[in-house]
C-alpha cells in the first residue's frame, strides 16, 4: 500500500486504496491570513486481504472466529482541519479498537508530536472486524492480530492524513444535534437503563458542498452476533456509505457511551450462518430470514437520515481556533484475568511498576505467576498501563476522547429514569439490582463539557475495556473472578479494574476545565 495517495484538483478523486473529497485546494502559504476553518475529508481501504492476511474477529468472549469471507468493506476515514496555526486530524476506522502504542507510532512516523498538530483516532468498535487488539485468538490468551494487517492499518491512517493535508481548503463549520428515540434501534442490557440519545453532527461545508461529516451514536456495532463469520463494518458502514451518498463528502462516525451495554435493537431475531467458503459464495449461503446484514443496513441508514435531516436545519458556527491537549494517565491492572494474561495487556501498551518505573519485561511472566499462586497480588507488585484522554476544540464545538466504552450515566446521568424510554429503570426481574443510592451525582461529564455541540468519544486513541461506576463494580475480587455475581455483570470481566474510571474521570474534567 502507498504511504500517500497523489493528490489531485478533482471535485472527487480516487487513486488506489484512498478517497479523498474536496475541490481546488492551497498549501499553507498560500492560505489568506484570517480568522477561518480549512478542512479536507476521506477514506482508505483497510479491508483485510483474507488469502495473505490470517484474521481472527474481535469481539465476544475471550476466543476469536477466524473470518471466512468479506461482505462489506473497512475503511480509515478522515477529516482533517486547520485554522491556519494548529491542525487537528480526526480519524476513525472500522475496527474493534485501536491502542496507544499504534497511535504513537503513526503519530511518529507523521512528525505530528509538536504542540502544532494531533491525531485523534478512534474505533467504531465493530464487532465483525479484524482483532487489532490481540485479545482474540485461536485459544484464549493467543494473541489473534496479524502483524501485516496492523502495520498495513497504521500505513493507511498515515497516507490519509498526509494526503489530506495537502488538500485543505476553507470550509465552514455546519452543526446539529437531535435527541434520536432509541426504540427499535438501541438498547440498554444492564441496570439501570440508561441510553444516550443525542446524536451530534458536525459538517464542514465548502463553497461546492460538503466537503466531511461527523457523526457521533452510542451503541455497539455488533448487529451482526458472535455467529458471523464475515468481515463487515457493520452499521456504522450503511451509515456512512448513506452519508456519503446522499452528500457526496466523506463521513466520519464515532462511538460514544456504548458501555452499560448498549447493543443493537434488533427487529428481527436470527444469528447469521457460519460459512467458510470464498467471498463471492458468502451472501447465498446465509438465509434471508437469518441475514441481519439487512439489520444492520437498517440501524445505520436510520441513524445516518435523522443526522442529515438535523442538518438540513443545522447552525453555521463562527470560525475559530482549532486547539487541543491530552493528558497522560496510569491506571492500575486490578482485573484478575488481565492478571493472569499480562503478556497480553503489554502488547499495544507501556507498562510501569507501583512507582513509575518501566515495567521489566520478565514482570510479565513472574506477575501472573505470582498473582495465581500466592493470591492476592501485593499493591506494591501491581502493574500500571499508560493511556491518554484528549480534547479536542474546533471553535464552539468539543470532542472529548476517553480510551474505552463509558457508561452512558456517566456521561449524562439517567439515575432518576429520564433516559429510560419507557423501559422500567430496574428490571423487576434483576436478582442484583444496582445500589442506587450510592450513584454518583450530577453534574455529569456531558454537563460539565459546557458545549452545545459536544462529542464525547470513546474508545479514542486507546482501548482500556468498559469503565465502570465505581458503586457498581460487583466482580469478586478473586483470582478468576469468580464466583459470577448475580444479575447483569459481564462488564467487569472486560474492565481494567475499578479505579480507573476515577482516574479517567479525572483527567477528563482537568482537560474540560478552563
Same mark, same amino acid.
Given at each position: 500500500m502507498p504511504a500517500l495517495c497523489l493528490a489531485a484538483v478533482l471535485a472527487v478523486v480516487s487513486i488506489g486504496p484512498c478517497r479523498v473529497y474536496g475541490g481546488e485546494a492551497f498549501g499553507p502559504a498560500e492560505r489568506p491570513k484570517k480568522?477561518?476553518?480549512y478542512a479536507a475529508a476521506g477514506?482508505?481501504?483497510?479491508?483485510?486481504d483474507l488469502e495473505r492476511e490470517r484474521i481472527y474477529l474481535a469481539g465476544y468472549g475471550a476466543k476469536g472466529r477466524r473470518a471466512g469471507g468479506v461482505h462489506d468493506p473497512l475503511y480509515a476515514r478522515a477529516v482533517v482541519v486547520s485554522d491556519n496555526e494548529r491542525t487537528a486530524a480526526l480519524v476513525a476506522i472500522d475496527g474493534i479498537g485501536i491502542f496507544r502504542d499504534d497511535v504513537e507510532a503513526i503519530r511518529a512516523g507523521l512528525g505530528w508530536q509538536g504542540n502544532d498538530r494531533y491525531l485523534f483516532v478512534s474505533a467504531t468498535h465493530d464487532h465483525s472486524a479484524p482483532d487489532m487488539l490481540g485479545l482474540w485468538g485461536p485459544m484464549p490468551g493467543i494473541n489473534?492480530?496479524?502483524?501485516?494487517y496492523r502495520r498495513r492499518v497504521r500505513e493507511a491512517i498515515a497516507g490519509l492524513v498526509r494526503t489530506l493535508s495537502l488538500r485543505l481548503e476553507e470550509a465552514d463549520l455546519v452543526a446539529a444535534r437531535v435527541e434520536l428515540d432509541p426504540k427499535g434501534l438501541c438498547r440498554d442490557t444492564r441496570d439501570?437503563?440508561?441510553?444516550?440519545?443525542? &446524536?451530534?453532527?458536525l459538517q464542514f461545508r465548502s463553497k461546492k458542498g460538503p466537503i466531511g461529516t461527523i457523526i457521533r451514536w452510542s451503541c455497539h456495532p455488533e448487529v451482526?452476533?458472535?455467529?458471523? &463469520?464475515a468481515v463487515s463494518a457493520d452499521y456504522p458502514g450503511a451509515l456512512c456509505s448513506k452519508v456519503e451518498k446522499e452528500t457526496g463528502g466523506a463521513c466520519v462516525f464515532f462511538s460514544g457511551a456504548v458501555g452499560g451495554l448498549l447493543s443493537p435493537e434488533k427487529l428481527r431475531s436470527g444469528g447469521l450462518a457460519a460459512p467458510k467458503t470464498s467471498e463471492a459464495a458468502l451472501p447465498r449461503l446465509i438465509p434471508r430470514s437469518e441475514d441481519q446484514f439487512d439489520e444492520a443496513r437498517r440501524i445505520g441508514e436510520s441513524v445516518a437520515d435523522a443526522a442529515l435531516k438535523a442538518l438540513k436545519k443545522g447552525e453555521k458556527l463562527p470560525a475559530g481556533k482549532v486547539l487541543f491537549r491530552s493528558m497522560l494517565v496510569r491506571v492500575p491492572v486490578?482485573?484478575?484475568?488481565?492478571l493472569l494474561f499480562l503478556r497480553a495487556m503489554a502488547f499495544g501498551h507501556k507498562m510501569f511498576d507501583a512507582e513509575g518505573s518501566p515495567l521489566p519485561r520478565r514482570r510479565l511472566w513472574t506477575l501472573p505467576l505470582r498473582h495465581l499462586l500466592f493470591f492476592p497480588l501485593p499493591e506494591r507488585l501491581r502493574p500500571w498501563i499508560e493511556s491518554e484522554v484528549s480534547l479536542i476544540k474546533l471553535g464552539e464545538a468539543s470532542i472529548l476522547g476517553i480510551p474505552g466504552e463509558l457508561f452512558p450515566e456517566l456521561a449524562i446521568g439517567g439515575?432518576?429514569?429520564e433516559y429510560a424510554f419507557g423501559r422500567p429503570l430496574i428490571r423487576p426481574s434483576n436478582p442484583n439490582p444496582p445500589k442506587l443510592a450510592q450513584a454518583p451525582k450530577g453534574p455529569f461529564l456531558r454537563q460539565k463539557l459546557r458545549s452545545k455541540y459536544g462529542l464525547i468519544v470513546g474508545p479514542a486513541n486507546d482501548e482500556l475495556g468498559y469503565i465502570v461506576p465505581e458503586y457498581d463494580f460487583q466482580a469478586a475480587r478473586t483470582r478468576f473472578m469468580l464466583p459470577k455475581p448475580?444479575?447483569?455483570?459481564?462488564?467487569?470481566?472486560n474492565s481494567i479494574g475499578p479505579r480507573a474510571t476515577a482516574i479517567i474521570l479525572r483527567a477528563a474534567q482537568a482537560l474540560i476545565s478552563p
Open positions: 480568522r477561518a476553518f477514506k482508505a481501504d483497510i479491508t483485510p489473534g492480530t496479524d502483524a501485516r439501570p437503563i440508561v441510553i444516550d440519545p443525542e &446524536l451530534p453532527a451482526m452476533g458472535p455467529k458471523n &463469520l486490578e482485573n484478575s484475568r488481565y439515575y432518576g429514569g448475580q444479575g447483569t455483570h459481564y462488564e467487569e470481566t
